[in-house]
């Protein structure tokens, strides 16, 4: 009888091990993510260097596997899967969902993702995140990579010495589509930059808005060989994570997930800095002619940009986020 008592004692014991093991295991969290550029867009980089990161530090606790880019899931498509519950995290510009959450214009101004960390932009629009898209935002990568527009013949200048882009079609994101139409042009929005090819080539448009890191990377230098400077816009690729399911993570995953968040948010924004330098001295190499606005031209172009996003966003009834306040938190003015 001793025997068997010591037999089942044992037997319990080892039951009792084996769910604490599992139990251990089942702590480490995976998250599913997608991003709105391939995995080897330059673009992708801040996102990859977030999630190495993450994955080194919430070993046993949090883990981000990401599963691809647009060949997952379009990238218009991939807010909509977040909000559902189908992706846990998703990387990208806030301005290819401009229709769901209009709010993304409010992201558009002067100030470093830093500053807004520091002075509650960030979180101010983190709250219509939440209520409106069930996501919250980690951080913004590659923060100091600027879009400028990239044409295939010389630019018409006016007689301020701006930009007169009449009679040119140009592929466009909604974010910057009223800043072609007020230049002349005719904005042709397309859901993502892999297409761009293409259209330049058959001479579907003229011109392009792209992130001076893209260019070489989609290979369209010998087609684009006249830029114009300044950048009209910094680039907003967000980390954004559903909100249901962050709140649902262990206090220290979620602390991993933040802290690593606002540590390569940095990182990334000073990388941008010298890629940018690099790739500018490559792309000026193949022969790419830089056209730099001066004075009151380069300010009037800026000025014509940052019009369309505010103006929109202020006459949007939409919008739950106090306009007047963003602005001041995301302009240096």
Known sequence: MLKRKKILIAALAASVLGSLATGAVAEEVTLKAVSAFSTSNLLTSGFVDYIDAVNEAGKGVIQINLLGGPEVSGPREQPVGLRQGQFDMIYGPPGYYLGLFPEADLYYGTNTPMERRVNGHMKMLDGAFREKMNATVLGQMLGDIGVSLWLTQPPKRTESGGIDLTGLSVRSSPVYRDFITALGGTPVVMSGIGETYTALERGTVDATGMPLATIRDIKIQNLTKYNIQPDFLKTTMLVIANK????????????????????????????????????????????????????????DYLGLYLKGPWTRAASNDSVIVDVKRARELAMDE
């Open 244 to 299: 249901e399911k962050f709140d649902s993570l262990s206090e220290e995953a979620r602390q991993i997930l933040s802290e690593t968040a606002e540590r390569i948010e940095e990182k990334t924004f000073h990388e941008s800095e010298a890629l940018n330098k690099a790739e500018a001295a490559a792309l000026a190499a193949e022969g790419v002619v830089t056209i730099q606005l001066e004075g009151q031209a380069a300010k």
